[in-house]
Nanobody, 117 residues
Framework: QVRLVESGGGLVQAGGSLRLSCAAS????????MGWHRRAPGKQRELVAR???????DYAGSVKGRFTISRDNAKNTVFLQMNSLKPEDTAVYYC???????????WGQGTQVTVSS
């Protein structure tokens, strides 16, 4: 059974930073990629960032240059460093794991990020 456990969400003022963490049970290299989605109120879920097991990254245009995805293989943990946060970044952020490209088989429980103006 795969478990993904997120942490690090919270309330921050616009322009501030947060770092999300996602701890995976077992070895992350069995996944093709891991990443983050978010769902804002009244909006569809969207891909924020992903990183393949080979280290290739992909970002949504709205976060490129502000967010950085990284991983600590020894700790089976993926991070999302979010800088220059904007109110429109307010959402529930979900960690996910892909067994094949863009097939999101596993999800965390989500962590709330709220950015005040």
């Amino acid at each position: 059974q795969v478990r993904l456990v997120e942490s690090g969400g919270g309330l921050v003022q616009a322009g501030g930073s947060l770092r999300l963490s996602c701890a995976a049970s077992g070895n992350m290299f069995r996944f093709h990629a891991m990443g983050w989605h978010r769902r804002a109120p009244g909006k569809q879920r969207e891909l924020v960032a992903r990183m393949t097991s080979g280290g290739v990254t992909d970002y949504a245009g709205s976060v490129k240059g502000r967010f950085t995805i990284s991983r600590d293989n020894a700790k089976n943990t993926v991070f999302l460093q979010m800088n220059s946060l904007k109110p429109e970044d307010t959402a529930v952020y979900y960690c996910n794991a892909e067994t094949v490209p863009y097939q999101y088989d596993y999800w965390g429980q989500g962590t709330q990020v709220t950015v005040s103006s």
